[in-house]
């Protein structure tokens, strides 16, 4: 335990050396501030929308934003200590390789967890404070879940920049791969999906269909914010298969959780049987 | 309690037979001296004992216990080759991240630094350092909660002559508080006065191993007087020449002066012989270096024979 904190604080203290930390939060408070200002600007008018309207624009966004920078974050974790020389020799420290990857993920997913609660939390206090007639009970359960859920989808990337980053030996293959990633989960997944629907012409099984959303994580992440406020009425695209998941909140939320165990384990498993 | 025991070990990557049937073992309070071309063996060797690969055939023993096992990695400090560190953070901090990873007292860390000569740089990035600087640090790191199988991998590249000797009386005291010592070079002729024994890989396999004086018997390599006359080279010759109860005599004259190659079990005999002769003004006896034996080991491939891969 006590060598996994040591990997953990070199990396969060890594990360706030290098302002990685103060950048992420500082980009996220913008986003939120400025959307729960702005949100509304489309419908002609300029002010806090609805705590329901700015979290649903938060997830929309936070579905581009947050995987990426959780693969910035992580994907040289284990190729860059390989690259500069240094794995080989923290391999011959009382370290064993799931200790390595572990304090690795810890730190990595601390700096992510730290910066979404100051950005999105510091946002969530000015709005509560700064518009009159907020409901702040709502809001708090509300950024919470937000926040909460972010750091999920944002650790299940991490854990997929792993896998990656045990694989590959040299750091712009990892670089490259890491943005496949999002590329996939992020713009190609739904277009999948969609066309899967509309190429089938209602042939496709539409008791599965559902349950393909929770294929990807930025689609449960999306389900989770978007979902328990509109009960279905705002959703579009793909989304609206969400409706139909037997699943509660509570399945969608193990879902998220198994979406960084997964790939955690697979990464370790990977590590385990690389050649050093 | 020996350091390390390899027994019959051997080891394939991929097909590839990199290392071929090898014992070796380094009792503690020794310095072993690693020696053999690129691609000998050798890093193999290291990183077997380092627990980082396991051996595809025979026993590793490191320190009584498992290689790899953490309660012996512990124990062993390693400078790899080339090493290298976290370029944006200063040799005190990273120093003081590997000293907890190996569960070694802080207090440690600056007297380390002080020990190997880094006090002044010790609070700059390692990006600024020198490479000599950057090997100091890495031997700070290896000699990390006082390790009782210290393996060192080209450990003076880099270094200055003082801070070489610096490094080789370090070693030599820490061999006499009982720590086993493995030391790679290709410098062979610095390594030559410090080693206790030498092990000389070729191709995976170990051709030679000992002490340099059972070294120069196994190879049999002859000894070299060198001798000035006292009357004349003619007269000389002619001595030697009478002396000569056994074939493998090589004269060469240089410059007024004899060299004779003579074998180590006849040396004594004609030593006498000239001495009795009364013409004989100086002698030079010269042994074969550590170099000369590794030379008849390794056999003259030259450089396509050196140029296998790591």
């Known amino acids: 335990?006590?060598?996994?904190?040591?990997?953990?604080?070199?990396?969060?203290?890594?990360?706030?050396?290098?302002?990685?930390?103060?950048?992420?939060?500082?980009?996220?408070?913008?986003?939120?501030?400025?959307?729960?200002?702005?949100?509304a600007a489309a419908s002609g008018q300029v002010g806090y929308a609805s705590t329901p309207a700015t979290i649903a624009s938060l997830a929309s966004l936070g579905i581009f934003l947050i995987p990426l920078i959780a693969l910035l974050l992580a994907y040289d974790a284990i190729v860059g200590e390989e690259e500069g020389?240094?794995?080989?020799?923290?391999?011959?420290?009382?370290?064993?390789?799931?200790?390595?990857?572990?304090?690795?993920?810890?730190?990595?997913?601390?700096?992510?967890?730290?910066?979404?609660?100051?950005?999105?939390?510091?946002?969530?206090?000015?709005?509560?404070?700064?518009?009159?007639?907020?409901?702040?009970?709502?809001?708090?359960?509300?950024?919470?879940?937000?926040?909460?859920?972010?750091?999920?989808?944002?650790?299940?990337?991490?854990?997929?920049?792993?896998?990656?980053?045990?694989?590959?030996?040299?750091?712009?293959?990892?670089?490259?791969?890491?943005?496949?990633?999002?590329?996939?989960?992020?713009?190609?997944?739904?277009?999948m999906l969609l066309g899967t629907l509309v190429a089938s012409q209602g042939e496709f099984n539409p008791d599965l269909l559902p349950w393909l959303l929770l294929l990807n994580p930025t689609d449960i992440y999306r389900l989770l914010n978007i979902v328990t406020f509109s009960d279905g009425a705002q959703l579009s695209g793909v989304l609206s298969l969400g409706a139909d998941l037997p699943i509660g909140p509570g399945g969608l939320w193990l879902a998220l959780v198994l979406w960084f165990v997964v790939p955690l384990a697979g990464a370790l498993a990977l590590f385990r049987s690389r050649r050093i | 309690?020996?350091?390390?025991?390899?027994?019959?070990?051997?080891?394939?990557?991929?097909?590839?037979?990199?290392?071929?049937?090898?014992?070796?073992?380094?009792?503690?309070?020794?310095?072993?001296?690693?020696?053999?071309?690129?691609?000998?063996?050798?890093?193999?060797?290291?990183?077997?004992?380092?627990?980082?690969?396991?051996?595809?055939?025979?026993?590793?023993?490191?320190?009584?216990?498992?290689?790899?096992?953490?309660?012996?990695?512990?124990?062993?400090?390693?400078?790899?080759?080339?090493?290298?560190?976290?370029?944006?953070?200063?040799?005190?901090?990273?120093?003081?991240?590997?000293?907890?990873?190996?569960?070694a007292n802080l207090r440690q860390v600056p007297e380390?630094?002080?020990?190997?000569?880094?006090?002044?740089?010790?609070?700059a990035r390692v990006k600024t350092y020198s490479k000599g600087m950057r090997q100091r640090l890495g031997l700070a790191q290896a000699l990390l909660g006082k390790p009782r199988l210290l393996m060192l991998d080209e450990p003076t590249v880099g270094l200055d002559p003082v801070a070489t000797a610096d490094l080789y009386r370090l070693l030599r005291k820490l061999r006499d508080e009982g720590t086993g010592i493995v030391l790679c070079s290709h410098v062979l002729p610095g390594v030559e006065p410090y080693i206790d024994r030498a092990a000389i890989l070729t191709d995976g396999s170990l051709k030679a191993v000992g002490d340099l004086g059972s070294l120069r018997r196994q190879a049999n390599m002859p000894v070299t007087l060198s001798l000035e006359p006292e009357?004349?080279?003619?007269?000389?010759?002619?001595?030697?020449?009478?002396?000569?109860?056994?074939?493998?005599?090589?004269?060469?004259?240089?410059?007024?002066?004899?060299?004779?190659?003579?074998?180590?079990?006849?040396?004594?005999?004609?030593?006498?012989?000239?001495?009795?002769?009364?013409?004989?003004?100086?002698?030079?006896?010269?042994?074969?270096t550590l170099e000369d034996v590794y030379v008849h080991f390794i056999g003259s491939g030259g450089l396509s024979h050196r140029g296998g891969s790591q």
């Open chain 1, 85 to 191: 020389g240094t794995l080989l020799l923290l391999m011959t420290y009382p370290l064993s390789r799931g200790q390595l990857l572990f304090g690795k993920f810890l730190g990595h997913g601390l700096t992510l967890a730290l910066a979404t609660l100051i950005g999105f939390g510091v946002a969530g206090v000015a709005i509560a404070v700064l518009v009159q007639d907020v409901a702040v009970g709502a809001l708090a359960l509300a950024m919470l879940r937000f926040i909460v859920s972010t750091t999920l989808l944002g650790w299940g990337f991490i854990a997929l920049a792993y896998v990656v980053s045990v694989r590959v030996s040299e750091k712009p293959v990892a670089a490259g791969l890491a943005l496949a990633i999002w590329f996939f989960f992020v713009l190609i997944f739904d277009l």
């Open chain 2, 112 to 123: 380390l630094l002080g020990q190997v000569g880094l006090e002044d740089a010790m609070d």
């Open chain 2, 1 to 103: 309690m020996s350091c390390f025991r390899l027994e019959n070990v051997s080891y394939r990557y991929d097909k590839a037979l990199v290392l071929n049937g090898v014992d070796l073992r380094l009792e503690p309070g020794e310095i072993l001296g690693l020696f053999g071309h690129n691609g000998a063996g050798k890093t193999t060797s290291i990183k077997l004992i380092l627990g980082l690969m396991t051996a595809s055939q025979g026993k590793v023993s490191v320190l009584d216990g498992e290689a790899g096992d953490p309660r012996v990695s512990q124990y062993i400090g390693y400078l790899p080759e080339n090493v290298m560190f976290y370029p944006q953070l200063t040799g005190r901090e990273i120093l003081a991240h590997f000293a907890r990873l190996k569960g």
């Open chain 1, 1 to 39: 335990m006590n060598s996994i904190w040591t990997i953990a604080r070199k990396e969060l203290s890594d990360s706030l050396r290098n302002r990685w930390l103060i950048a992420i939060a500082l980009v996220f408070a913008t986003l939120a501030l400025g959307i729960a200002w702005f949100g």
């Open chain 2, 231 to 288: 009357n004349g080279v003619a007269e000389l010759e002619a001595v030697i020449n009478g002396a000569q109860a056994s074939a493998g005599l090589m004269v060469r004259r240089d410059n007024g002066h004899l060299h004779v190659d003579v074998r180590s079990s006849e040396k004594m005999a004609l030593v006498k012989t000239l001495m009795a002769s009364g013409e004989v003004r100086d002698l030079g006896i010269y042994q074969p």
